[in-house]
């Protein structure tokens, strides 16, 4: 009983936290531009598993390090200013019920690139999954003047989907600790010169510094980015992996939830929609 309340409380943790991270990067961009807050987040993630990149570094052999910092870069790096930029036009609700297709996009990017074989039953989740995103951007579901920032956020759940794909592939054996604190220190590397020739820095200097969204993106990317990596690997190790993917269908859900605090419009078609893609997510993992 013991152990299933901690499966419980890290799940829903979990799901709050990344959950949240939508509503973070609105707030966020309140004072700061969107590749600001996504570099800001980058750095911030790598800062905070800085103390496991020294300790995994020489553990890990040098021909995986490319493989590494690519997983880095598609599972961080690329939808980090991805979903930032998105939101710079969409609402953060609909960017969390829309990053609810990364389980299709690691399907379909197992099967493209690495011809991974799939069932008869996930090929109709991933068909259920895509009627319930064309419903969003058929529908009502997002501001008609900027529908296509949208697919902003699917192109980062392809990033995700190919990420989840290599690491399959090509990362076995590692940890995800491990992983993340290497791949998340050189996604800050490469992040650090845009906060510094943004004049990220001098924001800070005059009285009417952008303190809020300091703190959002610096929340982030500790929390969204770096301490929920671990909490994932905890969950992924001690509950298992069919547990901890049921965090896919809290998300969308967290999002929504913030959403509402912040005044965005929520509609009867998003909530359809957001059914109709969390039944596909069903299918595809359903043993």
């Known amino acids: 009983m013991d152990k299933r309340i901690t499966h419980w409380s890290i799940f829903l943790l979990l799901s709050l936290t990344w959950g949240s991270s939508f509503i973070l990067m609105k707030i966020g961009m309140e004072g700061l531009a969107s590749y600001q807050v996504a570099s800001l987040r980058l750095v911030a993630a790598g800062l ?55 389980p299709f996009m690691a399907l379909l990017a197992g099967f ?49 989907g190919v990420n989840i794909s290599l690491v399959h592939h090509f990362l076995k054996g590692f940890s995800s600790l491990q992983l993340s604190s290497i791949a998340l220190f050189f996604c800050a590397v490469f992040a650090f010169p845009v906060l510094w020739y943004s004049h990220f820095f001098p924001l800070f200097a005059g009285p009417q510094a952008p303190w809020t969204s300091l703190a959002a993106g ?65 299918l595809v993992n359903k043993k």
Request: glycine share 12%; aromatic share 14%; proline share 4%.
């Open 112 to 160: 493209v690139i690495f011809k991974s074989p799939f069932e008869k039953r996930q090929l109709t989740g991933v068909s259920v999954g895509l009627l319930g995103v064309i419903g969003l951007f058929a529908g009502n579901g997002m501001d008609t003047s900027y529908w296509y920032y949208g697919f902003f956020v699917l192109l980062a759940t392809v990033c995700y």
């Open 48 to 102: 905070s598993l800085l103390p496991f990149f020294f300790k995994y570094i020489r553990q890990t052999p040098r021909g995986k390090l490319p493989f590494i910092i690519l997983s880095g870069i598609l599972g961080n790096g690329i939808p980090a200013y991805l979903f930032c930029l998105a939101e710079t036009r969409i609402d953060s609700a609909l960017a969390g019920i829309l990053n609810a297709l990364t």
């Open 218 to 282: 610096a929340t982030l990317g500790v929390l969204g980015s770096g301490i929920a990596t671990v909490l994932f690997y905890i969950l992924i190790q001690h509950a298992g992996a069919v547990f901890a993917s049921m965090v896919t269908y809290a998300l969308p859900v967290v999002a929504i939830g913030w959403g509402l605090l912040a005044g965005e419009d929520i509609n009867w078609v998003q909530l359809v929609c957001l059914g109709v893609i969390l039944m596909g997510v069903y």
